[in-house]
């Protein structure tokens, strides 16, 4: 029974293309209404987040979540972490950093439903603390603000601060950024 469920899902999957993906998600992110928002009442707002349990962590800026039944590659917006390949300092440092704040939890994805060129989605993550681990990222000194990508000033000001105060990968004096290693 286990071997067939197996079977079926995985015939599911492989039948899954980056196109679905982006339906299934324009569905599940859709607007409501005005009608759908009134609730006895009280406006409420459909979050527009998508709720996926962490079940990988490919590295500090890149997780596999479980959307449904759907895995999704997530590639974290605004930050960029040392490379695990080419054994970059805190490539894996960052990883475990990641594995910390969210792996088997349950997290929401705030996405535009944009896809990088390696067909990972791309969006910010809040573990079930509600936390925004992207920042978090940064905040620990496990990542840059990749402001090739992201004009959110935000991620400047927490790099600034894990300089001054020489957290993480600023421990070293010279630190590669993962664009200029790679």
Known sequence: ????????????????????????????????????????????IKPQYLEAKIIRI????????????????????????????????FGNKAKLALSDLCFGQMVQIDSD????????????????????????MVRLGMAWHYKKYSDDMSYDLLEKEARKNKVGLWIDPNPIAPWAFR
Do not use: W
């Open 1 to 44: 029974m286990i071997k067939f469920s197996l079977i079926v899902l995985l015939i599911q999957l492989s039948n899954c293309s980056e196109r679905n993906i982006v339906k299934q998600l324009e569905n599940d992110l859709a607007p409501l209404s005005i009608e759908e928002k009134r609730v006895e009442n009280k406006e409420r």
């Open 58 to 89: 490919l590295d500090g800026d890149t997780v596999e979540v479980l959307y449904g039944e759907l895995p999704i590659k997530l590639r974290l917006a605004h930050i960029d972490c040392p490379e695990k390949r080419g054994k970059q300092p």
């Open 113 to 136: 439903k944009k896809f990088d060129r390696n067909g990972r989605l791309i969006g910010v993550i809040f573990n079930a603390d509600g936390l925004n681990l992207n920042k978090e």
